[in-house]
């Protein structure tokens, strides 16, 4: 199980820095990687549709009124860092929209299903989403401090770490099920013919 200690100190321990007992000593180190530590889980959980980081969540209109062309105004649900669709609730067909900060312009009356990445605790992540994180945050420590040529390789790396976890974390979803289509449900059905 991942923490946010654990992380920060794999990251400072491998550069070279001394390990800390806890978040927030005073050390140049730590600092620059407290300072980074967010910024980087981000980007990371916003990076792919994460089984752990992922939330579906229905949204109601707002009272105001909306910029033109648009219709309605929705409020992004708290928490989501990134919005990654929008559905209609009911039939579950893909809604058009667009976003200013927090706020969803539609056309569509709703109610609506957002699909967002959101901030997830470190004990949620799986060891090897973990793994890049820490990474990452040990390639972009030692650009901080003038290694920029091994931090560039060591963030490729962590970037094909994040690759091979989201690869995994799609495998792990349960498939969809087809057979209930109408056609395939009628194809599955129908009995070979013996002679």
């Known amino acids: 199980m991942a923490t946010k200690i654990a992380i920060v100190k794999a990251a400072l321990v491998r550069l070279g820095a001394e390990a800390p007992a806890v978040l927030g000593e005073d050390t140049d180190e730590m600092t620059a990687a407290e300072a980074m530590y967010e910024t980087i889980v981000e980007e990371m959980i916003c990076r792919h549709a994460w089984s752990f980081a ?4 229905s949204i109601s209109r707002t009272v105001t009124a909306a910029p033109a062309p648009w219709l309605y105004i929705y409020e992004l649900p708290a ?7 929008l559905l209609d609730e009911e039939s579950g067909v893909p809604i058009d929209y667009e976003m200013t900060e927090a706020l969803i ?6 109610p609506l299903l957002a699909i967002h990445n959101w901030r997830s605790s470190e004990e949620r992540w799986p060891g090897d989403f973990a793994g890049a994180v820490q990474e990452e945050l040990f390639g972009r420590l030692l650009g901080a ?21 989201a690869g995994r974390d799609r495998r792990q979803k349960p498939p969809k099920r087809f057979a209930q ?6 194809w599955f059905a129908r009995q070979p013919r013996r002679v």
């Open 54 to 57: 992922t939330r579906w969540r």
């Open 79 to 85: 928490g989501a860092l990134n919005l990654r669709d």
């Open 105 to 110: 312009y539609s056309n569509a009356l709703g």
């Open 145 to 165: 401090f003038e290694e920029r040529i091994r931090s560039l390789e060591i963030r490729e790396i962590a970037a094909a770490k994040l690759d091979r976890a």
């Open 181 to 186: 289509a109408p056609l395939l449900r009628a």
